[in-house]
């Protein structure tokens, strides 16, 4: 494989209520929503879990995907892409997905991963109206930043910030990168 792809569903949703990954639009769980527009040619998906994990599990049932429990999942997203970093074995590079963009798309993830090629920027970020979204791509070469990443420093944003003059952005024209589910409200989005 290519790339790595790591979906972040550890967290316990506690904003939502409930663990807003396993809940249904219009009758399939977000996380297998996310997950199976993951699924492209040459990309291995890796499912970072903690809360719930029996239940992210069952509500991916049939979909081959790598799983990787974060037992520190309590202290934060940053710990969850480490656990993720810490297994990827890509020679081109990770995309860090979180598991509540309910509305993302493959074409955007191949989107990225093609500017990616394209370019061989260190970090590739879709964009819309200018403003930054997911998934990020970084280069292999910046693995080793990723497993330092704390979330006291802002996590993944530092490693943006500080390699922003390498970063190449695209412009991919729909809401969807930007929109993550934290409540029930972000359920009413027609992106």
Known sequence: MDYDLIIL???ESTRFGENKLIY????IPIIRRVTTEALLPNVRVMVVIGHDPNKIREALEGINVNYIYNPDYKKGMSQSIIAGVKLS???K???ILPGDMAYIKSHIIEQVIEAHMR???NI???????RGGHPILFDVKLKNELLFIKEETRGLKEIVQRHENEAYKIEVGTPTIVHDVDIKGDLNFDG
């Open 9 to 11: 569903a550890a967290g």
């Open 24 to 27: 249904r639009i219009n009758g």
């Open 89 to 91: 074995n890509s020679d």
């Open 93 to 95: 590079g990770i995309l």
């Open 119 to 121: 370019t061989g920027a």
């Open 124 to 130: 590739v970020i879709p964009t819309y109206n200018g």
